[in-house]
């Protein structure tokens, strides 16, 4: 119900003008959203972790729009190493215009990406997007294979996904929208989200796990021992702020781990449906507004 009830206020712009106006708010913010992509990049490379840069926004109504978010990521690539990543939401790139207009944006912006050495990953959004999500990557792989694609866990067909997507780069979240069928107690999510990962593990392309839970951590790193891959078979990723000592314990140990850093002035959507995903991160952000009241 919590989870349900945050989500819904992600969506509220009465919600979202309280949040981004109380001056209680934007240092509990640079938690989970940097200010400066380029130290925050900076500082992860340092300590032996890798990167994968978003910057926030999606939803554009307009062609105009579109043409800005395609220049937004070009400029974040002039601040990333090389080996780094960046995520991509579609429909700041036109998907809701058509698919053809945001693939050939993504398009655009895989080919300065390639230049640089760095890859793609397409995000996964709202239910409505997931067909036109798949499409689009579907068409870029053609000409760049190695663009990678989000599945959410929660979702009913993401096993199907999953062995459809051979040989791809696929990052497997739990899922942090809502959707008509989908699943909703977390052991069906958690369920789905191992049952998709066997698929990956034991597939041909390369898993990149997304989740904090030590459980599913620990069944990650058995299933890559059990399917016959090493350290640069997989990765590990986890959002910037949650979890960092468990980021760097990993790295330590020889693992890759990829840490989704968020930037940009339109982060009310993304805190918000991080607070529903984990109530810890909902505690750590009422607790942090209390100290700061």
């Not at 972790?49 to 400029?75: C, F, R, W």
């Not at 601040?79 to 053809?100: F, H, I, N, Y």
Request: neutral net charge.
């Amino acid at each position: 119900m919590l989870r349900q009830a945050l989500l819904a206020i992600s969506k509220s712009r009465h919600a979202e003008r309280l949040v981004t106006t109380s001056p209680l708010t934007a240092d509990v913010v640079r938690r989970y959203v940097a200010d400066d992509i380029g130290a925050a990049v900076a500082g992860l490379t340092r300590v032996g972790l890798l990167v994968s840069a978003a910057h926030l926004g999606e939803e554009v109504t307009d062609e105009a729009q579109t043409e800005q978010s395609v220049a937004d990521y070009l400029a974040l690539l002039d601040l990333l190493p090389p080996g780094a990543d960046v995520s991509v939401k579609l429909t700041a790139l036109g998907l809701r215009l058509s698919e053809q207009v945001a693939h050939d944006h993504a398009a655009a912006i895989c080919r300065a990406a390639a230049a640089k050495d760095v890859t793609v990953t397409l995000d996964a959004e709202e239910h409505d997007t997931i067909a036109g999500l798949h499409s689009v990557h579907a068409a870029l792989r053609r000409d760049h294979p190695d663009v990678g694609v989000v599945v959410q866990a929660y979702l009913p067909d993401s096993l199907e996904r999953c062995e459809k997507l051979g040989g791809a780069r696929v990052r497997l979240c739990k899922g942090a929208y809502t959707a008509p069928g989908a699943y909703r107690r977390a052991s069906d999510i958690d369920l789905s989200f191992v049952r998709c990962l066997k698929i990956l593990m034991a597939g041909t392309g390369y898993p990149m796990v997304a989740t904090h839970d030590p459980r599913l951590l620990r069944i990650a790193s058995t299933l890559a021992v059990l399917e016959g891959r090493d350290v640069t078979g997989f990765e590990y990723q986890m959002l910037h702020g949650v979890r960092p000592d468990e980021q760097v314990r990993l790295a330590g140990l020889g693992s890759r781990v990829r840490v989704y850093v968020p930037y940009g002035s339109d982060w009310y959507a993304y805190l918000m449906r991080r607070l529903a995903e984990r109530p810890g991160n909902l505690a750590f952000f009422l607790r942090s507004l209390a100290s700061r009241g």
